[in-house]
């Protein structure tokens, strides 16, 4: 199993950003993908999860309006669309399979102006 995160960086309060993990090793379509946080200093945090076909999706409160997930299964990618970043938004992002302990190295988002 190998996943890997993509598309993070440096962004100003109120800006957006969109990240990708692309899966292998695995059947991508037939797992809930996961994404997850962690803030310096902070336990790593659940963000928002999306169903198998993508017809389920659910989300944190602190982030519920402003990011949206999504997948791709023909490209084994799930996305997270984050509009309105805040400085608390900064974190790394992590990708993984609901249920299972895998996880990809991650990707650095920083919200600062």
């Known amino acids: 199993v190998h996943l890997v995160e993509s598309g993070g960086g440096l962004v100003q309060p109120g800006g957006s950003l969109r990240l990708s993990c692309v899966g292998s090793g695995f059947t991508f379509s037939n797992f809930v993908m996961s994404w997850y946080r962690q803030a310096p200093g902070k336990a790593r945090e659940w963000v928002a999860y999306?169903?198998?076909?993508?017809?389920?999706?659910e989300y944190a409160d602190s982030v519920k309006g402003r990011f949206t997930i999504s997948r791709d299964n023909a490209k084994n990618t799930v996305y997270l669309q984050m509009n309105s970043l805040q400085p608390e938004d900064t974190a790394v992002y992590y990708c993984?399979?609901?249920?299972?302990?895998?996880w990809g190295q991650g990707t650095q988002v920083t919200v600062s102006s």
């Open positions: 999306i169903g198998s076909t993508g017809g389920t999706v």
């Open positions: 993984k399979r609901r249920y299972y302990p895998n």
